[in-house]
């Protein structure tokens, strides 16, 4: 690894750029296996990773010959991109990109570049894990020199693995958690009684760090086989704002992810109240376009109290674990950028902090629905409230008709945990038949391509608008009798029913 010329380029891209941090960072890790190759001269670490990085070759071209050659999908479902010597010195397995960096990103040229084992741009825009080594308090065992490959052969069994050379120190294993458009891969696991076994064992870097619930940081620790959420994931980590680190105080999962769109308070316990207060006010978060007259408005209902961490590094002792991990991490990612597509640095509008100090009810939206409709087509509001359920589960998004001023739309965007990248979109309550508008397939379709509950609204406020048929949940959905008279004892005994059964729904959640 160290002799690779890919290397040399990447240290001279740091002194160039006058990166000195990246510099330090990336010599150190060829340090590093050095100093572990002489500390256990049984096993070459350089080729450890070098043999690894043919593996997950190996399972990516499989992988893209099974999906026909569909990059974005192998990259957000698979096992990974193997990227050696792409960003740092060593192997990065890409495992995720936003839809933007999808949609500008010139995939047959990295796939060329990947091919060729050619250095490649841009794939600092990729989220990533860096595989390196650390000390550990308990032996990993690695590969013997006797065998290059983690990976089993489609012609290998277990009698001619235990056969070969050192075959009596290993195993075989089989994923118990795979892509869904492909079968289990087969590794082998070496056993402690291995000659080649050491006191360290690998470690992911996640680039960029993730904030996860702490739902999510137990899955990855039962994943590696940690036996606790502390241990290896460290405690939940503070960003750096305004060359100042952000201490004594821990925020939620909620507050993290609105914390580089927010200026800086004066004290950590100010910046929590802080953000937790802006999340809850729709004069603070505004999503425009410049092909519709509607401004969004949004508001975060609900306990901003969801306990996260924020993972920089992960442990494992085995290749076969990163592929769960990776779910996991997908899993809050797509959720993350949800969430962030509602309450972000461009949505985000500094005003004055006292025009509202509570969350909205549902006469609020309804009352500001109204208003609306009476003003000129020129330039409209809509009022949307947010709502997490066992975050990163599901996401609630209820906003007021666009034709109907008493009419609400409620939506259920699920983040299903076996397949994370395909989320999808429910209408709560279930919608009747006639509702053409409220397709929830089509929903789903134009979800997953754009990640954005913004980009959604605006799909759907524009077919609702079209069609102008759609029924949804709202006061008007009553028959009010003959001639269509509206009984407004009805429509309160209506909106008094539906308050009751949201507030029951939130209780059972």
């Known amino acids: 690894m160290h002799q690779d010329d890919r290397v040399d380029l990447i240290l001279a891209e740091n002194l160039r750029s006058h990166d000195a941090p990246s510099f330090r960072r990336d010599l150190g890790i060829l340090a590093h296996c050095d100093r572990f190759n002489g500390l256990y001269p049984t096993i070459d670490f350089f080729v450890v990773i070098r043999n690894l990085a043919a593996d997950i ?9 099974v999906c026909m050659d569909d990059f974005p999908m192998v990259l957000a479902c698979g096992h990974g991109v193997p990227l050696l010597h792409g960003v740092h010195p060593g192997l990065s397995l890409a495992y995720w990109a936003p839809r933007a960096v999808i949609a500008d990103m010139d ?10 084992g050619e250095p490649c741009k841009n794939l600092d825009q990729l989220a990533r894990l860096w595989i390196q080594f650390e000390e550990s308090r308990t032996p990993t065992a690695f590969l013997p020199p006797a065998r290059a490959q983690y990976l089993l052969g489609d012609d290998e069994g277990e009698e001619s693995v235990q056969a070969g050379e050192d075959g009596a120190h290993l195993a075989i294993i089989t994923e118990l958690t795979y892509p869904h458009f492909t079968t289990p891969c087969r590794f082998v696991q070496p056993l402690v009684t291995s000659s080649a076994s050491a006191m360290l064992r690998f470690v992911a870097w996640v680039e960029p760090p993730v904030a996860v619930t702490e739902g999510i940081a137990k899955a990855i620790a039962q994943a ?13 980590m503070q960003a750096e704002r305004d060359g100042a680190a952000v201490s004594g105080t821990s925020l939620s999962l909620e507050e993290l992810l609105i914390a580089d769109a927010v200026p800086a308070a004066s004290s950590a316990d100010e910046s929590q109240r802080r953000l937790s207060f802006l999340l809850k006010q729709t004069v603070q978060w505004e999503a425009t376009f410049a092909d519709t007259p509607v401004t969004q408005k949004y508001a975060f209902v609900g306990d901003t109290n969801t306990r996260a961490k924020v993972i920089e590094r992960i442990p494992f002792a085995h290749p076969m674990q990163l592929f769960a991990v990776m779910q996991c991490l997908r899993q809050q990612l797509i959720f993350n950028a949800l969430f962030q597509s509602c309450f972000n640095a461009q949505t985000y509008r500094p005003s004055s902090l006292e025009v509202q100090t509570t969350s909205l009810s549902l006469d609020d939206i309804l009352d500001a629905a109204a208003s609306s409709s009476t003003t000129s ?5 809509i009022q949307l409230e947010i709502r997490a359920r066992h975050p990163p589960q599901a996401l609630f998004v209820t906003f007021s008709h666009p034709s109907r001023p008493f009419a609400l739309v409620s939506l259920e965007i699920m983040v299903p945990a076996h397949a994370p990248v395909q989320p999808s979109v429910r209408v709560t309550p279930r919608p009747r038949e006639a509702d053409l508008a409220l397709d929830e397939a089509k929903m789903t379709q134009v979800l997953r391509t754009c990640e954005s509950v913004p980009v959604l609204v605006r799909w ?6 079209k069609e102008g048929v759609g029924k949804v949940r709202g006061r008007d959905e009553l028959e009010w009798g003959e001639g269509g008279e509206e009984d407004p004892w009805k429509q309160w005994l209506y909106v008094y029913i539906v308050c009751i059964l949201r507030c029951g729904a939130w209780l059972n959640e």
């Open 224 to 236: 590696v086989g940690i036996g606790g959420v502390g241990v290896g994931l460290g405690e939940v």
């Open 57 to 65: 070759r190996s399972i990516w071209q499989q992988e893209m010959l």
């Open 107 to 116: 995939w047959e040229e990295l796939r060329g570049f990947l091919e060729r």
């Open 377 to 381: 087509p020129v330039h409209r509001t």
């Open 460 to 465: 759907l406020c524009r077919k609702l608008e």
